[in-house]
């Protein structure tokens, strides 16, 4: 499996067999959005969206035709089974942001969950309800999304074999507090590949949490 950061919250993910998951795909700015990475190129068989906020539902930019997945409980599409996990933008039950959907699947034998936009702590029923992660996409930017702190409990709390941040701040995106350095300060096993993509098995897991800070693609 392969793992490719477009940008913002938006990841390609293509299983050895061809098949390929966007999540969260952003609006450009270019398109009058809210964040500066380029425009999405990218064809998909199935795209996530976790919540209806235009930095990460704007599917009309992948081609490909594909099957979109929105909102809790159980979802099937290009062979892979996608579970939609009630969350919410922020500490209010939604009232200042709306609802978020965390996304678990499976994509060669590797368990991936994409936290969308989460705002709040989540709930040891909720961490029963996600069960064991190998790959965690985690909002890591604070501000209007969860904050630094609870974040790095969550990780914690969630214990994946791999942590790839996402949404943080940087040139493109300004209106976040935290950027990746900032959530790898103090984490005890972080790398940088220097490129926009990564490889996962489940043979060459680490068998502790390593961060992975991938270049944005667009």
């Given at each position: 499996m392969k793992v490719k950061w477009l940008g913002h919250a938006s990841f390609l993910i293509t299983?050895?067999?061809?098949?390929?998951?966007?999540?969260d795909p952003y609006q450009s700015s270019a398109d009058g959005g809210m964040v500066?990475?380029?425009?999405?190129n990218e064809s998909a068989d199935v795209v996530a969206v976790s919540h209806e906020h235009g930095d990460h539902n704007y599917v009309s930019d992948v081609s490909g035709n594909?099957?979109?997945?929105?909102?809790?409980?159980?979802?099937?599409?290009?062979?892979?089974?996608f579970r939609g996990v009630e969350s919410y933008h922020d500490t209010a039950q939604g009232a200042q942001r709306g609802p978020n959907?965390?996304?678990?699947f499976t994509v060669d034998d590797?368990?991936?969950?994409?936290?969308?936009?989460?705002?709040?702590?989540?709930?040891?029923?909720?961490?029963?309800e996600i069960g064991e992660v190998d790959l965690l996409l985690a909002v890591a930017g604070g501000g209007?999304?969860?904050d630094l702190p609870e974040l790095n409990q969550l990780v914690e709390n969630i214990s994946p074999r791999v942590v790839i941040p996402m949404h943080?701040?940087?040139?493109?995106?300004?209106?976040?507090?935290?950027?990746?350095?900032?959530?790898?300060?103090?984490?005890?096993?972080?790398?940088?590949?220097?490129?926009?993509?990564?490889?996962?098995?489940?043979?060459?897991?680490?068998?502790?949490?390593?961060?992975?800070?991938?270049?944005?693609?667009?």
């Open positions: 299983a050895d067999n061809g098949t390929r998951v966007i999540t500066g990475y380029a425009k999405i594909p099957a979109v997945v929105r909102g809790v409980g159980s979802h099937q599409a290009a062979g892979i089974d959907t965390l996304f678990c590797v368990r991936i969950c994409h936290l969308g936009d989460l705002g709040h702590q989540l709930s040891q029923a909720t961490l029963d209007p999304t969860i943080f701040t940087n040139e493109n995106c300004t209106y976040t507090r935290y950027t990746a350095d900032d959530f790898a300060q103090g984490k005890a096993s972080v790398r940088r590949p220097a490129s926009s993509e990564t490889s996962l098995s489940p043979s060459q897991l680490p068998q502790t949490t390593e961060v992975v800070i991938l270049d944005h693609a667009l």
